[in-house]
């Protein structure tokens, strides 16, 4: 895909109306074109239907990767803000056949990732995994109660930033603290 006329926020040392000394401002900016491309792989099936004696458990997968290049930056990492370089997913089902419970669970993996934004700014994420898990209970063919937890891991998101110019390197860390949800619901078909 070609993107044109590409808008990112942009750093920049400037003059201000209320300062006597130059400052650095951040603010929207056409930098130009760019353009992206993908390749997503996906698979769905049953454990039993592979592998003679196995449980039959539904698993999924799939893993995307991504490339993209920003014409007006530098490289190596003038790619898209906040586009991954791949993303990956694994999830399994299995419904007991002693009784009437269904558990699962899925996993979620990005790995880390560094864009240069500018000239001057770079913006670095870390590995993300996200594991979520759920039992459900079903009463009869109507009636479902199902305990799920989201974000299983709680693992800390923490995001930096770095300008680096002539004479000097800021670095912002941005923490992002992370926890497990917790969801008992009931559903019912009337």
């Known amino acids: 895909r070609n993107i044109s006329n590409l808008i990112r926020n942009q ?55 991504f490339t993209s290049r920003v014409k ?4 190596p990492d003038n790619r898209l803000d906040q586009q991954a370089k791949a993303t990956a997913n694994l999830g399994a089902d299995y419904r007991l056949r002693s009784l009437p419970l269904t558990v699962g669970a899925s996993l979620n993996w990005t790995p880390a990732n560094t864009v240069q934004e500018s000239l001057l700014q770079a913006n670095s994420t870390p590995v993300k ?28 998101y923490n995001t930096a930033s770095l300008i680096t110019t002539d004479t000097q390197r800021i670095r912002t860390d941005n923490l992002g603290r992370s926890f497990t949800a917790w969801q008992l619901r009931l559903e019912m078909k009337l």
């Open 72 to 75: 007006g930056i530098p490289g």
């Open 129 to 156: 995994r996200v594991l979520d898990a759920f039992a459900s209970w079903n009463f009869d063919a109507n009636t479902l109660l199902r305990l799920s937890a989201s974000n299983v891991l709680a693992q800390d």
């Open 11 to 65: 750093t920049a040392q400037e003059t201000v109306s209320w300062s006597n000394y130059l400052r650095y401002v951040r603010r929207p900016q056409n930098i130009g074109d760019a353009t992206t491309s993908g390749l997503e792989l996906e698979a769905k099936f049953r454990l039993d239907q592979a592998m003679d004696g196995a449980l039959p458990v539904e698993l999924r997968a799939n893993a995307a990767f």
